[in-house]
């Protein structure tokens, strides 16, 4: 496997149910995050670790979970969603440097996400 | 106040020919960079190419370039010799050094059709 992947491609999910998202890179990258992309919105960040400390927080809400066990390897559980969370999640990773930098993010293949 | 604008929801292209996608931003950061993705029906955000705020050149990969013109806060997107495969939605993004790792700011995107 190369760069950013995602698992699974597709999911489907009632509001009550419980479920995980899944993303590994294979970049040897050190920052992973999580990104949500409703139609007809611009892409919103939601979480973001660098150095597998979660490092941002948008406001996102409690039925959204992350979950960084290594610097490869990033979940987003979910829990009671609503039928306003189905979207697209993206996954990204990149090699950011302690003093600052602009290394590019690499994106996986996303999550299409329904809440029914 | 919106950091990344970009004014065209929707844009047509012969193949063949080239095209410039738009492309504004707000900082008042003096080091920045400025990234394209493109985001085909698939969903997957590829990275195409980047500029920071200090290149003295505007960057180019294969057929895209970026025309950057930083007095304007500018940085457009052109393609060359379109191509049926560029069909797909183009974002604009930026990140600023002095903002939180990681934290990249997106346009609203530019739906490209390439005209056979």
């Known amino acids: 496997e190369t760069g950013v992947t995602q698992t699974p491609r597709h999911l489907v999910m009632g509001m009550t149910n419980k479920k995980s998202l899944k993303c590994e890179q294979h970049?040897?990258?050190?920052?992973m995050y999580w990104y949500k992309q409703s139609a007809k919105k611009p892409l919103e960040l939601m979480f973001v670790?660098?150095?597998?400390?979660?490092?941002e927080n948008n406001s996102v809400p409690s039925r959204f979970s992350p979950e960084c066990p290594n610097s490869s390897h990033l979940f987003l559980h979910l829990h009671t969603l609503q039928p306003e969370d189905s979207a697209l999640y993206l996954c990204?990773?990149?090699?950011?440097?302690?003093?600052?930098?602009?290394?590019?993010?690499?994106f996986g293949p996303g999550t299409r996400l329904t809440v029914l | 106040a919106q950091k990344i604008t970009q004014t065209q929801p929707g844009m047509f292209v012969q193949e063949k020919e080239a095209v410039t996608l738009d492309c504004t931003y707000d900082?008042?950061?003096?080091?920045?960079?400025l990234f394209w993705y493109k985001q085909p029906s698939s969903g997957e955000m590829i990275f195409l190419i980047y500029?920071?705020?200090?290149?003295?050149q505007n960057a180019t990969e294969g057929r895209y370039s970026l025309n950057f013109q930083k007095a304007r806060k500018s940085a457009n997107l052109v393609i060359s010799a379109s191509q049926l495969g560029d069909s797909a939605m183009y974002f604009c993004?930026?990140?600023?050094?002095?903002?939180?790792?990681?934290?990249?700011?997106f346009g609203d995107g530019t739906t490209l059709t390439v005209k056979p």
């Open positions: 900082t008042s950061d003096p080091s920045y960079g």
């Open positions: 670790y660098n150095f597998k400390e979660q490092t």
């Open positions: 500029q920071g705020s200090y290149d003295q």
């Open positions: 993004a930026m990140r600023e050094v002095s903002t939180n790792a990681g934290k990249s700011t």
């Open positions: 970049l040897g990258h050190n920052a």
């Open positions: 990204a990773s990149s090699q950011d440097r302690e003093r600052g930098g602009l290394d590019t993010q690499y």
